[in-house]
T-cell receptor, first 112, second 113 residues
Framework: SQQGEEDPQALSIQEGENATMNCSYKTSINNLQWYRQNSGRGLVHLILIRSNEREKHSGRLRVTLDTSKKSSSLLITASRAADTASYFC????????????FGTGTRLTIIP | DVKVTQSSRYLVKRTGEKVFLECVQDMDHENMFWYRQDPGLGLRLIYFSYDVKMKEKGDIPEGYSVSREKKERFSLILESASTNQTSMYLCAAAQYSSYNEQFFGPGTRLTVL
């Protein structure tokens, strides 16, 4: 399968701490995206990083990409209760058909 | 912001019924997608469409068909629903090019009895 895999599957931290999630994939990519899903809802796009970028920031989010290791990480700093959700990485592979392949997700719980 | 709506949040059908799931987007995006989401399996692509009347199979098209008669509307059809199609179904829309985010609808939780 070309599906990405997130690690860990579940993560619980105290409010205010930083949360780090990792994503690994198997083939060359055009870009990698991170999405958030609140319980029982649709996904919301968080950030996109292109294959020629190594790091990207958006507010409290920091994403890194290591194409040599075929991996990415999502860091959420100063976590809040509202960050409780599932987080998915999604990869667009480099044959340009605009499809995304999603990982299985990390369930993040922020403990107030 | 792009708004993607799905016809039902919850749906209960019986085995063998024909089921229609409707998805509508309001921002003139070319690409539309249908996924199903199951615990431990993440999102899996069923079908996608990059233009009116155009469709391509995703990773798990068996037991499903789609229709895109108008640009804003993408329908998923279960010709004869089975219990293994009980799942959360998510529709998404995106602009036609790489490096574009997908905008998701709220999902339809389908239960087939």
């Amino acid at each position: 399968s070309q599906q990405g895999e997130e690690d860990p599957q579940a993560l619980s931290i105290q409010e205010g701490e930083n949360a780090t999630m990792n994503c690994s994939y198997k083939t060359s990519i055009n870009n990698l995206q991170w999405y958030r899903q609140n319980s029982g809802r649709g996904l919301v796009h968080l950030i996109l990083i292109r294959s020629n970028e190594r790091e990207k920031h958006s507010g409290r989010l920091r994403v890194t990409l290591d194409t040599s290791k075929k991996s990415s990480s999502l860091l959420i700093t100063a976590s809040r209760a509202a960050d409780t959700a599932s987080y998915f990485c999604a990869t667009e592979f480099n044959f340009g058909n605009e499809k995304l392949t999603f990982g299985t997700g990390t369930r993040l719980t922020i403990i107030p | 912001d792009v708004k993607v709506t799905q016809s039902s949040r919850y749906l209960v059908k019986r085995t063998g019924e024909k089921v229609f799931l409707e998805c509508v987007q309001d921002m003139d995006h070319e690409n539309m997608f249908w996924y199903r989401q199951d615990p431990g399996l993440g999102l899996r692509l069923i079908y996608f469409s990059y233009d009116v009347k155009m469709k391509e199979k995703g990773d798990i098209p068996e037991g499903y068909s789609v229709s895109r008669e108008k640009k804003e509307r993408f329908s998923l059809i279960l010709e004869s629903a089975s219990t293994n199609q009980t799942s959360m179904y998510l529709c998404a829309a995106a602009q036609y090019s790489s490096y574009n985010e997908q905008f998701f609808g709220p999902g339809t939780r389908l239960t087939v009895l």
